[in-house]
């Protein structure tokens, strides 16, 4: 099986196969003595031209006896060669997908602390930040009596909840790009290279020269890309804002699911079989064209969703109520005060490790092309980085106002416990700084 490896090499092959074929078309056929020859039927050598090299080149002048009424074929051979040149110069230098591993394993990684997956089933309640959220709000719950209860509670385990299933959703939605764009790109190279062998072989078969078999190429990038281009499940009614995701995500995956996956590669002529090629590359940019829109809607529609519903997504932008402090209200014990501080900072830490996993978005298009293969030169690229960079900026200001969070709880149980002078104060002005927090 040929590969893209090889794609300059079959391209002069598709050039002599085609220039072979078009002069069968007119009755000269390579003559069957000598394979750098046309000859009229492929044997009357009187009347014959220079046939191009292997590399397609050259070619095209009369060689024959009788020199009247014979000019050149050689500008014809050029312009064959030229139909040849622009049905490929869009296909040269594809991308072959590797670039992608890094920000697929960085968005794996992040999507997985907070329990979600695009590659996999959905954004579950199993996660290391959900696990320590759950043990801080029973704790909470169950053994700590207090005004401030009520709203450290809905704050800092019920939105950060909602904000931890939202980041995980929007990061699986990453994960979903750069899976899809890691895999496809083999599979369009593979598409691209049969395309044009299958071209080969059906002129040379038209041609009466020995060749393969050809016909129907099945566009294997549509499948491989249905196959990763899994949608992030199920949250549960409680997260309304994974649920748009999910229903954008699944929308966009509904979009691929429909795209054509075969292209005939056939004809009795040479135009025939080149008009063939023509729809068969075609049908590959076309179905590439879908496949990416549908991935740069996804993002582009799930990154404004997110600026239109930030405390859904960043802790920072859902503001602490009223919060009392020491009131004479609150009943503690110092071991459960202990576990709740103990858990949130674990919280804190796995947050600190999704920031380093996540990073920043790739610098420059992962996989660059030719501008009319795909949604442009740099394909998926713009959206995922405006995405990426909403989420890395949500999960900042949710690292930081989540860490305000347990400042406030400590200086709290302090003020309780009367082990710092200063506690009462610090939880004022604590309190403060949460209200009185910027938002991007």
């Known amino acids: 099986m040929r590969t893209y490896d090889e794609f300059p090499t ?9 220039i072979d074929c078009w002069m069968a078309d007119d009755d000269y056929c390579v003559h069957f003595a000598y394979d ?10 009187a009347n014959s031209y220079s046939r191009p090299g292997a590399d397609g080149q050259g070619g095209g002048e009369f060689t024959g006896w009788i020199s009247w009424n014979h000019p050149s074929r050689a500008p014809r051979f050029d312009e064959i060669r030229g139909y040849v040149d622009d049905w490929t110069a869009q296909w040269k230098g594809l991308p072959d997908g590797s670039a992608c591993t890094a ?11 907070f329990g979600a997956s695009g590659s996999g089933p959905s954004v ?14 029973d704790v909470l719950i169950s053994n700590i009596k207090g005004s401030f209860v009520t709203p450290f509670h809905d704050k800092y385990y019920t939105q950060f909840s909602m904000v931890g299933y939202g980041l995980g959703a929007a990061t699986a939605i990453l994960q979903v790009n750069y899976n899809v764009e890691n895999t496809m790109w083999d599979k369009v190279r593979d598409d691209v290279t049969n395309l044009c062998v299958n071209a080969t072989n059906a002129w040379k078969k038209q041609a009466d020269l020995d060749a393969d078999a050809y016909g129907t190429v099945t566009l294997t990038v549509v499948g491989a890309v249905v196959g990763a281009f899994a949608t992030i499940a199920t949250a549960g009614a409680a997260a309304p804002a994974v649920a748009a995701l999910i229903g954008i995500s699944t929308l966009a995956t509904a979009g691929v699911a429909g795209i054509a996956a075969s292209a005939s590669i056939s004809g009795g002529s040479y135009l025939e079989i080149f008009q063939s090629l023509a729809d068969g590359l075609m049908m590959l940019g076309d179905g590439i064209r879908k496949q990416e829109q549908s991935l740069t809607d996804m993002m582009d529609k799930s990154n404004t ?16 109520g009223r919060y009392p402090g020491s009131d004479g209200t609150i009943s503690m014990q110092q071991a459960n005060a202990d576990l709740i501080s103990t858990n949130m900072q674990r919280i804190i830490t796995a947050l600190g490790g999704a920031q380093t996993s996540l990073g920043a978005a790739p610098a420059s298009s ?5 501008g009319r293969v795909g949604v442009g030169a740099d394909g998926t690229h713009g959206s995922a980085a405006a995405l990426y960079a909403t989420v890395a900026t949500c ?3 949710t690292t930081s106002e989540y860490t305000l969070g347990r400042e406030l709880f400590n200086a709290t149980v302090a003020d309780y416990f009367q082990t710092d002078a200063d506690a009462t104060k610090k939880v004022a002005q604590l309190a403060a700084s949460e209200a009185l927090s910027t938002q991007w």
């Not at 391209?11 to 002599?16: A, D, F, P, S, Y």
């Not at 997110?306 to 503001?319: H, Q």
């Not at 992962?366 to 030719?370: A, G, L, M």
């Open 10 to 18: 079959i391209i002069g092959e598709m050039k002599r196969a085609a």
């Open 124 to 137: 579950q309640d199993n996660g290391e930040i959900s696990t320590a959220n759950h043990t801080v709000s």
């Open 366 to 370: 992962p996989t660059p092309r030719d």
């Open 395 to 397: 999960l900042t200001y």
């Open 305 to 320: 969703y997110i600026l239109d519903n930030k405390p859904d997504f960043d802790l920072d932008a859902f503001a602490l």
């Open 36 to 45: 750098d020859t046309y000859a009229l039927w492929g044997y009357v050598a």
């Open 103 to 113: 920000p697929l394993q960085a968005t794996t990684t992040t999507a997985a602390a």
